[in-house]
Nanobody, 125 residues
Framework: QVQLVESGGGLVQPGGSLRLSCVDSGDLFSSFTMGWFRQAPGKERELIGSINWSDERTYYPDSVKGRFTVSRDNAKNTVYLQMNNLTPEDTAVYYC??????????????????WGQGTQVTVSA
């Protein structure tokens, strides 16, 4: 069973950085591809990065490529999202999620079966 808890959100100034963490209290973390999503008010939930369980290859959409980095530490059952050069447009609730699919097939929220509760990220001066 996967039980995900995010942390690390908060208020950051434009141009700043933030690192989010997501810990799985289950015992099958290393078997799951992990994804990070975000949802801003009035917008759909969007995938902003994912990492394979097998080879740790990653996927990023163009909107965050070069600014966001997803990594994982299977020994700690933790996946990270490093966010740099943040802008107000990055303000959203950020979620981690798990799937048995790979980064080449899992893009929609419906492709992910387990979710954390979310953590708020606000980028403002």
């Amino acid at each position: 069973q996967v039980q995900l808890v995010e942390s690390g959100g908060g208020l950051v100034q434009p141009g700043g950085s933030l690192r989010l963490s997501c810990v799985d209290s289950g015992d099958l973390f290393s078997s799951f591809t992990m994804g990070w999503f975000r949802q801003a008010p009035g917008k759909e939930r969007e995938l902003i990065g994912s990492i394979n369980w097998s080879d740790e290859r990653t996927y990023y959409p163009d909107s965050v490529k070069g600014r966001f980095t997803v990594s994982r530490d299977n020994a700690k059952n933790t996946v990270y999202l490093q966010m740099n050069n943040l802008t107000p447009e990055d303000t959203a609730v950020y979620y981690c999620a798990a799937t048995l699919d790979s980064i080449t097939t899992a893009f929609s929220p419906d492709d992910f079966g387990s979710w954390g509760q979310g953590t708020q990220v606000t980028v403002s001066a």
